[in-house]
């Protein structure tokens, strides 16, 4: 277990070192990009110092809203997995032992979800309260949909209602949530597509100004108001990016 655990680690660690190292090259492809077109000069290289942050910052949050949306996948997964074993006359116990494995073969042991169950039932053979550790797991996945699980199930133990009933009634509603959520996201990648080939177009554009009219655009560079005028330029095509990517964030 601990040299399993070692290893899950270091592919971690791995991973984040290669996405680091990616999102620099991108943010460095960038800034060239950034130099020549709006400053035709070396110092445009200088930009990088704005888009490397940016471009962390953009990863994470997309590797962020990804993380979470496969851990609600395989959280919806394995409640209806639950729920089954429950309406099948397994005990809570059993119940959750069946949706790791059930967790396991569609998402492999390496699964974000995967890896907590295996974790919680663990601890569940240890007779620590399974409220308690929904509790903690809602914390380390930082999901909402899993704090407001285990308090649902808290309130059943103690009011003692039909705990199969309850789960498989809360399960129905997260069904029907992430049914919505597949219809929005449906929705929304048309506008996310049309989104990106309108942030295209201005670049093309000036790059295509610089290659087939170099007179035309020649009072834009090697002059102060030139670099005046694109660094606005630049700040507004920044703002529309960043504009842009908040309307078609939708959350749900």
């Not at 943010?27 to 110092?43: E, H, K, N, Q």
């Not at 994470?60 to 639950?82: D, P």
């Not at 042991?109 to 995967?114: A, C, D, K, L, T």
């Amino acid at each position: 277990m601990e040299q399993w655990k070692r290893r899950t680690k270091e592919r971690s660690r791995r991973y984040v070192s290669e996405a680091y190292v990616q999102t620099l090259a991108a943010a460095a492809g960038i800034s060239m990009i950034t130099a020549f077109l709006f400053y035709r000069s070396v110092w445009g290289m200088c930009t990088f110092f704005v888009f490397a942050p940016l471009c962390l910052k953009f990863r994470q949050k997309r590797e962020a809203a990804r993380r979470e949306v496969q851990i609600q996948k395989e959280f919806l997964t394995a409640m209806e997995s639950v729920s089954g074993a429950l309406m099948a006359g397994y005990s809570l116990e059993s119940a959750w032992k069946y949706a790791q494995q059930e967790t396991e073969q569609m998402y492999g042991i390496q699964g974000i979800f995967s890896r907590e169950l295996r974790q919680l039932n663990q601890k569940l053979f240890m007779h620590e309260p399974m409220e308690q550790l929904l509790y903690e797991l809602a914390e380390r996945c930082d999901n909402e949909e899993i704090y407001h699980f285990a308090e649902i199930l808290l309130y059943a133990k103690r009011s003692g209602g039909n705990m199969t009933e309850i789960i498989h009634r809360t399960v129905c509603r997260m069904q029907e949530k992430h049914e919505v959520l597949r219809e929005i996201t449906a929705n929304v990648a048309a506008k996310r597509a049309e989104q990106k080939m309108m942030m295209l177009l201005l670049p093309l554009m000036l790059w295509f100004l610089t290659v087939s009219s170099p007179e035309y655009t020649g009072a834009l560079y090697g002059n102060p108001a030139g670099v005046l005028v694109m660094s606005g330029c630049l700040a507004g095509y920044l703002g529309a990016l960043f504009w842009a990517e908040k309307i078609v964030d939708i959350p749900v």
